[in-house]
């Protein structure tokens, strides 16, 4: 499984745009990006997921280069409600059986909001 | 169905007690995995299941730690002669049998707390 490296803390103010990079650099063929957020006593919750070039939804942009080493969330116009841990997977949990099929976490991005 | 049930919220045990958590995910998902988080860090993948054979397990932190789901609906994940290293949350997610896009779409619930005295 890819692993991704991404930053540790990222610091923005209201109405800011927010751009949280992650590096995969051994990305598979089959391998989806895909990032969640996570606020204190919760469980994760999936914001976007992307195969390669621009994905936008209601909640923000993933933007992927063609070589697909490294994918960028975009946040437009964060308020505080956006303080969150956001963390960058890449796999393909399609696969059945063995330890292709789950998904690894890393420490994600811990992103605070000032006004 | 709203979502990824868990129970319980809160468990707070003396070492050496056994616990099991509940995990009752959207009904129409084959597949459920369990994950562990420590403070501080990211979700630590233990064992998933579709429908109700566990396909994964060596992940399992040792040979206390257990799961089931034996009619492929809800399942448990038990912990028996707990350690203070075992207080964590515990969380629990399901997905759709989807391929292509959506197929890393996970769906968490809110995680059993543990707390090992």
């Known amino acids: 499984l890819a692993k991704t490296t991404q930053p540790i803390s990222m610091d923005s103010y209201e109405g800011q745009e927010v751009n949280i990079t992650c590096s995969h650099n051994n990305i598979a063929t089959n391998d989806y990006i895909t990032w969640y957020q996570q606020f204190p006593s919760q469980g994760p919750r999936f914001i976007i997921q992307g195969y390669k070039t621009k994905v936008t939804n209601e909640v923000a942009s993933l933007f992927i280069p063609a070589d697909r080493k490294s994918s960028t969330l975009s946040l437009p116009r964060v308020s505080l409600s956006d303080t969150a841990v956001y963390y960058c997977l890449v796999g393909d949990a399609r696969n059945y059986g063995g330890s292709q099929g789950n998904l690894i976490f890393g420490k994600g991005t811990k992103l605070s909001v000032k006004p | 169905d709203t979502g990824v049930s868990q129970d319980p919220r809160h468990k707070i045990t003396k070492r050496g007690q056994n616990v099991t958590f509940r995990c009752d995910p959207i009904?129409?998902?084959?597949?459920l995995y369990w994950y562990r988080q420590t403070l501080g860090q990211g979700p630590e993948f233990l064992t998933y299941f579709q429908n109700e054979a566990q396909l994964e397990k060596s992940r399992l932190l040792s040979d206390r730690f257990s799961a089931e789901r034996p009619k492929g609906s809800f399942s448990t994940l038990e912990i028996q002669r707990t350690e203070q290293g075992d207080s964590a949350m515990y969380l629990c997610?399901?997905?759709?049998?989807?391929?292509?896009?959506?197929?890393?779409?996970?769906?968490f619930g809110a995680g059993s707390r543990l707390t090992v005295l």
């Open positions: 009904s129409e998902h084959n597949r």
């Open positions: 997610a399901s997905r759709f049998p989807t391929q292509g896009s959506g197929a890393n779409v996970l769906t």
